[in-house]
């Protein structure tokens, strides 16, 4: 008798068969990113690089006369918006173009998800970035692409089960919630390492919610905290039971105050903004 198949062997077979169109790592936004983390990036080229595309240009003037950046004048020109948020800004808005560009699905159901999926994610980028500030942490623009890319296995989950969907397959609300909440971790790591995308990357996409994880490693004791933090505000899709921030392992090894919780609480909210 043929042995029955669970929806997580179905999705393997997918994988491995090449059937799944794997999201592919924007070209422009790798170029930018490659261009910002140089010593001396050349804030020209990275202009240059956003006026050539219509749809990145109009969306990166969108974000910068958002709420959340808005200044007293409103910015008209990606010069204009590379002199009033910095270089670095400017390339986390690249990124977050190219990367929700990269995951849609046809099935609203799915895209609900994604839809919440990535204002954790969004949240997360935004609110690393902030604490890597508080502790003098570099490479801000590191931290905000892991913040962003740390959930990418569900983004990879939800558009491969949307995928075998479009095959008049049926699969119930909750059994995707638990397989996204339960897999992520795994096939991000995948997907990172099919994307050839450094190591630190993929230990923050893989460990994150590890009961185990390396304590002295700064950038993902953040992640797992404002990971965290987005939950507790119920930014996502529930991956925890419920945590108290205030007292968890994180926390304790950040040596972090009620007042910065606060802080980085309102950061988070704020991001739901842009
Ligand atoms: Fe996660
Ligand atoms: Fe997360």
């Known amino acids: 008798m043929e042995k029955k198949r669970s929806l ?14 794997l999201p592919v790592m924007d070209k ?10 140089k010593s001396d990036p050349d804030l020209d080229r990275i202009i240059n690089l956003i006026k050539q595309d219509i749809s990145l240009t109009t969306e990166v003037l969108r974000l910068a006369n958002s709420s959340f950046y808005k200044g007293l004048e409103s910015v008209k020109t990606v010069q204009e918006a590379v002199i009033r948020l910095g270089g670095v800004e400017v390339t986390n808005m690249v990124l977050l173009v190219c990367q929700k560009n990269a ?14 999926m990535w204002l954790h994610s969004v949240g997360c980028a935004v609110g690393t970035q902030w604490l890597s500030k508080h502790y003098q942490y570099e490479n801000l623009n590191e931290a905000f692409l892991a913040g962003l890319l740390h959930d990418v296995g569900a983004f990879f989950l939800l558009s491969i089960m949307d995928q075998i969907k479009s095959k ?15 897999m992520h971790t795994h096939y991000g790591n995948l997907l990172l390492t099919e994307w050839s995308l450094p190591e630190q990357y993929c230990t923050i996409v893989r460990e994150h919610h590890a009961r185990e994880f390396d304590a002295a490693n700064l950038l993902l004791v953040m992640i797992r905290f404002v990971d965290r933090v987005c939950q507790s ?10 945590v108290d921030i205030f007292a968890c392992e994180e ?4 040596d972090i105050n009620d007042i910065t919780i606060a802080q980085l609480q309102i950061k988070i909210e704020d991001s739901l903004r842009l």
Not at 29 to 37: C, F, G, H, P
Not at 171 to 178: G, Q, V
Not at 251 to 254: G, K, V
């Open 8 to 21: 997580i062997d179905v999705i393997d077979e997918y994988v491995q068969s090449g059937k799944a169109k």
């Open 28 to 37: 422009n936004s790798l170029t930018v990113q490659k261009e910002i983390s």
């Open 103 to 116: 995951f849609k699905a046809q099935d609203p159901a799915i895209q609900e998800l994604m839809n919440k």
């Open 168 to 182: 008049n397959l049926t699969i119930p609300h909750k059994l995707i919630e638990d397989i996204v909440i339960k």
């Open 233 to 242: 505000l119920k930014i996502g899709i529930a991956e925890n039971q419920e």
């Open 251 to 254: 926390a304790a090894i950040l």
